[in-house]
């Protein structure tokens, strides 16, 4: 059983910055593609970003400029630096394969807010 750990949330002001880790020892990411979600209060979790296995990567419209996914394959890792952070992208950040495959994560929790 994959269990993937989703790190690096927390409380942060507009404007501000943060930098998101997914990580398993589970599993060889290397040969899946990835993709950050997240889960805001009352709404359906979205896919807010994804990267293939070659490393080509695609954002929702509300993050492109402001979020990077980036993968480190010897680490088993995938990151979401997110910047210019707003209220809106307040939400419990989860990471899947794009059609999820594996068990969910608990998430992390991200928190915009002066």
């Known amino acids: 059983q994959v269990q993937l750990v989703e790190s690096g949330g927390g409380l942060v002001q507009p404007g501000g910055s943060l930098r998101l880790s997914c990580s398993t020892s589970?599993?060889?990411?290397?040969?899946?593609?990835m993709a950050w979600f997240r889960q805001a209060p009352g709404k359906q979790r979205e896919l807010v970003a994804s990267i293939t296995s070659g490393g080509t990567t695609n954002y929702v419209d509300s993050v492109k400029g402001r979020f990077t996914i980036s993968r480190d394959n010897a680490k088993n890792t995938v990151y979401l630096q997110m910047n210019s952070l707003k209220p809106e992208d307040t939400a419990v950040y989860y990471c899947?394969?794009?059609?999820?495959?594996?068990?969910w994560g608990q998430g992390t929790q991200v928190t915009v807010s002066s």
């Open positions: 589970r599993v060889i990411f290397s040969i899946y593609n």
């Open positions: 899947n394969a794009p059609v999820p495959m594996f068990d």
